[in-house]
T-cell receptor, first 116, second 112 residues
Framework: GAVVSQHPSWVICKSGTSVKIECRSL??????MFWYRQFPKQSLMLMAT?????????EQGVEKDKFLINHASLTLSTLTVTSAHPEDSSFYIC????????????FGQGTRLTVV | QKEVEQDPGPLSVPEGAIVSLNCTYSNSAFQYFMWYRQYSRKGPELLMYTYSSGNKEDGRFTAQVDKSSKYISLFIRDSQPSDSATYLCAMRRNTNAGKSTFGDGTTLTVKP
C-alpha cells in the first residue's frame, strides 16, 4: 500500500525556536498534502492543505505566519513551527491522497512536538 | 455541539468478543464515511471506507452506515489483543480527503 513517511517522530525544542517537520510520499506523487494537529484524547483537526508549487490553504484560526508550509516537490511537504511556545506542543500528522481525485489519503506516523 | 459525536470509552472486552463502535453525526450532507485505527503515538490507519448507506465487510470488520438515523457503526468480530487501539470515525461531504471531520476516538482494549 501507499506509504507516507513523516520525520522526525518526536522532537523537543526550546521556547522561541523553530522546528521543521517533513512529510514524504514514498511510492507515489502527491500534489496535495494535509497537515493535522491532534491533542490528547481529541480528534484530528485540519490545519492546512499543502499544494505543490503554490501557497498552502490554511483553515480558519490557523496562523499562517506561525505554521509555515512548503511543498517544494511532488513527494515532500514541510511544516515549520516558528517561534514555538509550550502551547504548540501537540501531535502533528500529515496525510497525502493517493489518487488525483483525492478520494482517500494515507497518514504519516505523526510527530510529537514538545516545547519546553 | 460537535458535528461528529463518538463515545470516548474506554471500552474493554475479552479476547474473542464482538466489539461495536459507534458514531453519530448532525450534518446530513456527509456522504463518505471512514473508520481509522490509531495506535498510541502513531498516525491513523484506514480500516473501512464507505459511500452512502449500507454495509461493508472486510475480514473481521464490518462497517454500517444508516444515513436516515445519522449513525455509523464498526463491528469487530473475534477481537484480538492486537485490535487494542483508538478507533476514529470520520466523514465528509465530497471526495476531498482533506475535508474529513473526525470523531474524538474510542479507546479499545482487548484482554487476552
Amino acid at each position: 500500500g501507499a506509504v507516507v513517511s513523516q520525520h522526525p517522530s518526536w522532537v523537543i525544542c526550546k521556547s522561541g525556536t523553530s522546528v521543521k517537520i517533513e512529510c514524504r510520499s514514498l511510492d507515489f506523487q502527491a500534489t496535495t498534502m494535509f497537515w493535522y494537529r491532534q491533542f490528547p484524547k481529541q480528534s484530528l483537526m485540519l490545519m492546512a492543505t499543502s499544494n505543490e508549487g503554490s501557497k498552502a490553504t490554511y483553515e480558519q484560526g490557523v496562523e499562517k505566519d506561525k505554521f509555515l508550509i512548503n511543498h517544494a516537490s511532488l513527494t515532500l511537504s514541510t511544516l515549520t513551527v516558528t517561534s514555538a511556545h509550550p502551547e504548540d506542543s501537540s501531535f502533528y500528522i500529515c496525510s497525502a491522497p493517493t489518487d488525483p481525485a483525492g478520494t482517500e489519503a494515507f497518514f504519516g506516523q505523526g510527530t510529537r512536538l514538545t516545547v519546553v | 455541539q460537535k458535528e461528529v459525536e463518538q463515545d470516548p470509552g474506554p471500552l474493554s472486552v475479552p479476547e474473542g468478543a464482538i466489539v461495536s463502535l459507534n458514531c453519530t453525526y448532525s450534518n446530513s450532507a456527509f456522504q463518505y464515511f471512514m473508520w481509522y485505527r490509531q495506535y498510541s503515538r502513531k498516525g491513523p490507519e484506514l480500516l473501512m471506507y464507505t459511500y452512502s448507506s449500507g454495509n461493508k465487510e472486510d475480514g473481521r470488520f464490518t462497517a454500517q452506515v444508516d444515513k436516515s438515523s445519522k449513525y455509523i457503526s464498526l463491528f469487530i468480530r473475534d477481537s484480538q489483543p492486537s485490535d487494542s487501539a483508538t478507533y476514529l470515525c470520520a466523514m465528509r461531504r465530497n471526495t476531498n480527503a482533506g475535508k474529513s471531520t473526525f470523531g474524538d476516538g474510542t479507546t479499545l482494549t482487548v484482554k487476552p
